[in-house]
C-alpha cells in the first residue's frame, strides 16, 4: 500500500493507493496501525517547500518519500517545455494520466482548481502547451481586493444568465470567465475529449452538456500512481 500526497496552493489532498485501488484519506487520520503497512510515500507539491517540510515531519522517517517532478518525457507522454521541470507538476502528472485512461486520444485537460489550466495533449502523447488562468474563487477575490462596494456570495446556479445583482453578477462572471476559456480551447484546437478535474469540475460540467467532456476527479492521483510501478 502507498500513500499519495497532493499539495497545493489551497489545500493538501491525500489518497491511499493499495492494488490500483484509491481510497481518500486525511493524513492526521492514518492510525499507527496503518503506517506500517504503508511502502512508500509519493508527493506531488505546486505549494512552497515550507509546507512539503511540515508534511514530511508528519511521516515516520522509515518510510521512503519520494517526491515527484516534471519530466522531459515519461509513460509515453512528452513535455512541450524547454524547460520541463517548469511546468507544474499537476499539470504533468494529469497529462501521464491522461494518455494511460485514453490513449491515442487528442486530448484536453482541464484542471479547475485554485487555478485553471488547460493543456492540449495529442494522440502521439505530445504536449501541445496549455493556459494557465485564475479559478473562481480567485477572480471574486481579485475584485473584491480592488473594489470597496461588491461583496461576494456562495451562489450555484443552474444556467449563466445576466445578474440583477452584484454578488450574483461577481459570481456569474467568474464562472462564464472558466467556461468562456475551456469553449474557446476547443474551438480554436479541438480535440476528441474534454477531460475535466479539480474541485470546480462538477460545477463547470453542467456548463458544456454540449461538448464530449469526461469527468475525471482522481486524475491527479492517478498520475501519481503511474509512478509506483514505472516500468
Known amino acids: 500500500m502507498e500513500l499519495l500526497l497532493d499539495i497545493g496552493n489551497s489545500r493538501s489532498k491525500a489518497r491511499l493507493h493499495d492494488a490500483g485501488l484509491l481510497t481518500e484519506i486525511q493524513l492526521e487520520n492514518i492510525s499507527s496501525e496503518q503506517w506500517p503497512l504503508i511502502n512508500a510515500v509519493y508527493c506531488a507539491s505546486v505549494a512552497a ?32 517545455y524547454q524547460q520541463p521541470h517548469l511546468l507544474g ?12 485512461l485514453y490513449p491515442n486520444t ?44 461588491v461583496f461576494s456570495a456562495e451562489l450555484e446556479t443552474e444556467q449563466l444568465c445576466p445578474a440583477t445583482d452584484t ?15 475551456i469553449r474557446q480551447a476547443w474551438a480554436i484546437k479541438p480535440t476528441q475529449l474534454i477531460i475535466l478535474t479539480g474541485g470546480d469540475a462538477l460545477l463547470l460540467q453542467k456548463y458544456l452538456t454540449d461538448l464530449p ?13 503511474r509512478y509506483i510501478q514505472p516500468n
Do not use: C, M
Open 167 to 181: 454578488a450574483t453578477a461577481l459570481y456569474q462572471g467568474a464562472i462564464a470567465a472558466l467556461v468562456g476559456a
Open 106 to 149: 487528442d486530448l484536453l485537460i482541464a484542471d479547475a482548481g485554485t487555478a485553471l489550466t488547460i493543456d492540449w495533449l495529442n494522440a502521439s502523447g505530445v504536449h501541445q502547451g496549455g493556459w494557465i488562468l485564475a479559478g473562481q474563487k480567485l477572480q471574486q477575490e481579485a475584485v473584491l481586493s480592488k473594489t470597496a462596494k
Open 213 to 225: 467532456v469526461r469527468l475525471e476527479p482522481q486524475l491527479i492521483f492517478q498520475g501519481l500512481a
Open 89 to 100: 507538476v499537476d499539470r504533468w502528472l494529469a497529462l501521464v494520466a491522461a494518455a494511460e
Open 49 to 80: 517547500d515550507s509546507r512539503v517540510l511540515a508534511i514530511r515531519d508528519q511521516i515516520p522517517p522509515a518510510i521512503p518519500f519520494i517526491h515527484i517532478r516534471s519530466e522531459a518525457q515519461a509513460f509515453g507522454v512528452t513535455n512541450s
